[in-house]
């Protein structure tokens, strides 16, 4: 059965959508990323271009993380409007191989200037709550979340060791793409002097670390803050 027909960009009518109900499968409780990536059945997935998601789309995908980790723990990103960007920008396909990106509009942005924070960053720390997390939210979502989440490492004060942990940011920061090798240095990253004035420093925000004219593509290193072989530590 075709569950997303073709009129896939057409938003209203893709609030009918439900997460992924299959027949229970014992199995998903052990099942690591890659597993994940067949059960939803992502390659299908992204066969087809992706929508930009709505605000709608974007809170119902809050409101599964704070029903699976609680709204304290959620940092009741919930209830929160908006997203993390402090600058006009508009997030648009990027070609066919990168997918969806986000790119400056209005106005240029000058070197230094606060781009986008991680406020509505959602932290697994136990690949349980991942888990439970995709089966909460629909299908196709599903599959974008495992394309946009990234480890990282947090020091663990009490046992003095460094520990992973899985984030996804849900607003349209996860779609900010990265250089690759080719590409020049990315134009959005940690700005030491800049990120001295902003709560969270370079751990929460970025900044643009050069001038970026209006219609640029925002670019990140990942490798700036995401753990390429994390997954097997955080055991997914
Ligand atoms: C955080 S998401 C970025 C948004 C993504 N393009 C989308 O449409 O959802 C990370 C994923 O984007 C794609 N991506 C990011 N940078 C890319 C690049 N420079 N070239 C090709 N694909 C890229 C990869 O599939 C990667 O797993």
């Not at 059945?41 to 929508?51: G, V």
């Not at 406020?119 to 349980?128: L, N, Q, V, Y």
């Not at 979340?145 to 060791?161: C, F, N, P, R, T």
């Not at 995401?226 to 097997?232: D, H, K, S, T």
């Amino acid at each position: 059965e075709d569950r997303y027909g073709d009129d896939y960009y057409v938003s209203e009518e893709e609030d009918e959508e439900e997460p992924y109900d299959d027949e229970e499968d014992p199995e998903y409780d052990d099942m690591i990323v890659g597993d994940m990536w067949h059960y939803f059945d992502c390659s299908f997935i992204f066969s087809r271009p992706r929508p930009v998601h709505s605000e709608t789309d974007w809170k119902s995908m809050r409101h599964a993380y704070a029903a699976v980790v609680g709204l304290e723990r959620s940092n009741r990103i919930a209830d929160k409007d908006g997203d993390g960007f402090a600058v006009p920008v508009q997030a648009r396909s990027a070609g066919d191989e990168k997918g969806r990106g986000v790119f400056v509009t209005t106005a240029p942005v000058p070197k230094g200037q606060l781009v986008w924070s991680t406020s509505m960053t959602a932290r697994f720390e136990k690949g349980s709550e991942y888990r439970a997390f995709l089966a909460k939210i629909r299908q196709d979502f599903a599959c974008d979340v495992l394309q946009w989440a990234y480890v990282q490492s947090i020091s663990d004060q009490s046992a003095e060791v460094d520990k992973p942990l899985v984030s996804v940011d849900l607003d349209a920061g996860s779609f900010i793409n990265t250089v690759t090798e080719e590409d020049e240095e990315p134009n959005l990253g940690c700005h030491e002097q800049a990120a001295l004035e902003h709560k969270g420093g370079c751990q929460q925000n970025y900044f643009a670390l050069k001038d970026i004219q209006v219609g640029e593509e925002l670019l990140l290193d990942y490798g700036d803050f995401a753990i390429r072989e994390g997954w097997e530590w955080f055991g997914l």
